[in-house]
Nanobody
Framework: QLHLVQSGGGLVEPGGSLRLSCAADGRTNTYVMGWFRQAPGKEREFVAA????????DYADSVKGRFTISRDNFKDTLYLQMDSLKPEDTAVYYC?????????????????WGQGTQVTVSS
């Protein structure tokens, strides 16, 4: 049984930076991992995804150039570095794992999810 435990997040001013972490526990060999977010009153949306080898990364257009997804397979940990944050980035962020080699932006392709962490961008 795979457990994804998130850390990071919090309150930051516009233009600031935050880093989210997602540690995998209970099973080695996580495959594709991704980040999604859900703002109040909105549906959960794709943010970024990364393949096991890190050779493939995908980003939503809204975060491209500002967010960086990365992973450390020795530590079984996924990261999301968020720079130049905007108020519209405010949401609960979730990490997710897909037992497949190909990245996907569809949340329904990810059966394993972290608990979520709040990110608030406000002055």
């Amino acid at each position: 049984q795979l457990h994804l435990v998130q850390s990071g997040g919090g309150l930051v001013e516009p233009g600031g930076s935050l880093r989210l972490s997602c540690a995998a526990d209970g099973r080695t060999n996580t495959y594709v991992m991704g980040w999604f977010r859900q703002a109040p009153g909105k549906e959960r949306e794709f943010v970024a995804a990364i393949s096991w080898s890190s050779t493939t990364t995908d980003y939503a257009d809204s975060v491209k150039g500002r967010f960086t997804i990365s992973r450390d397979n020795f530590k079984d940990t996924l990261y999301l570095q968020m720079d130049s944050l905007k108020p519209e980035d405010t949401a609960v962020y979730y990490c997710a794992e897909r037992h497949h080699a190909r990245t996907s932006s569809n949340q329904h392709d990810y059966p394993n999810w972290g608990q979520g962490t709040q990110v608030t961008v406000s002055s």
